[in-house]
């Protein structure tokens, strides 16, 4: 595998350009080689600042979006942090790098599989990925100090708001619509949930059930 130096700086210049500031998440971001997660003819843009292609329909995110959502995450390093939407497995190799422990769950279990396989390869041993239907959260390891959902949500699911601590945040997209929704960042507080909006982004829906394949 080459390891493209100017191609990484460049990376790292557009994250802090799109407003990443957060060196615990540069620095993570810096250390995990995304190449390492495409895969044939999408690997020579892995550095490229745009979503790509993985297998069975699904896309892996843009890295300024990986990085918003990370920083407005702000994981801590005795976090245990649940992901919803593992697909190439990119996302939960950062997540590695900032918390003690990440569960990751992904309703492909192609896509399960080879996520597994990459971090293993990388010698991630913190994250579990699980073939499961993301939509209903892991109610046997909860709560959960921090949530990602990395697929487009109707609406904040109950399921996972229930899994949060009290002074947990979830960080997620929803919107009716397949094309734009707007990325939530939900604290749950004593006296319920609190939403501040982060901007607009484009996710795969998140869909219930497990994927065939
Ligand atoms: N975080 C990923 C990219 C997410 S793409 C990465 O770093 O590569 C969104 C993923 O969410 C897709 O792989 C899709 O199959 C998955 N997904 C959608 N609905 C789901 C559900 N209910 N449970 C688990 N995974 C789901």
Redesign the pocket.
Known sequence: MTFDAEARMRLLFALRSNGITDERVLNAMEKIDRAR?VRGVFQPRAYDDT?LP?E??????QPSV?GMMTQALDVRPRDKVL????????????LSQLARRVY?????KP?ARS?QTTLQQLDISNVTVLA?????GLPEQAPFDRI?V??AAEDVPPALLAQLRIGGIMVVPVGQSDHVQTLLKVTRTEAGPDYTTLGEVR?????????DG
């Open positions: 997660f979503p993985i069975c329909g699904q896309t892996i995110s990986v992901e919803i939407g593992c697909g190439s497995g990119y996302q939960a190799a950062i990751t769950l992904e309703r492909y896509l996520a499961a239907d993301g939509a209903v990602l990395t697929a996710f795969v829906p998140l869909v219930e059930g497990m994927g």
